[in-house]
């Protein structure tokens, strides 16, 4: 059970059956100070009414303190592309192929050099195909095409996701198709919902956004949820034998 205080960062789910999942399966883990960690589904525990460490987070936040706090959690097939996004508008592209599975009890490793008084508020493993949804405190957004974030190394300073009007910073990044429906999250007013499609298409470089979401004066936006498709991230056993099968049916005619 969570002990008095805890507060809840993020949810993922498991199929019943873990064999149906390839054994390079991973549950992939970001921190808001930038660490990135994975973990082998095969050695996580099974259901239990016990709590287990998934991740130590290097000084986690206290009330009133600084420190490291965990912010997205979700499986990976072990060929994934991830897309870090922070607050002072910067972001990162890197394979997770650069991230080695590791034990429960650690850390893991650096994914992006923050600059002073930065943070993540975004990491996408990004599918095959769709844009990417960025969205500023201040309510507006844009769409970007995936090619315009250049795969780079691990570790590194990234490029600018979106140059940002001072007292504004970037609130979080979803990807998808354009019909895809997230949840916005403000500082005062109740979550609303939005599509993917009520920003706009622009480059990474463009500045101006558009506001996809009504806010009174003083509240702001300070993340979002989408939907999570256990599909889209890992392949499933079952489904690579049958698209071999069909293939191996073709090479026969």
Known sequence: PLKEGDKLAAMFSLPAKRSNLPEEACALTVTRGGMVKKSLVSELPGPSAQTFTLVKVNDPKTPGAGGDSLGWVGLTDGRKQILLATAQGMSIRFSEEEVRPMGLAAAGVNGIKLGVGDEVVGCQILPASGEIFIIASDGKAKRVEQKDFPAQGRYGKGV????????????????????????LHLAKAAPKSTRLDAAPLRKRAAVRGEAVVEMKAGDAVVGLTEGWVLERYVEKKSEKREVKGK???????
């Open 160 to 183: 600018i996701a979106w140059e940002l009007p001072p007292r504004v910073t970037l609130a979080g990044l979803a990807s998808g198709k354009g019909n895809a429906v997230i949840t």
């Open 247 to 253: 293939k191996a049916a073709k090479k026969g005619k």
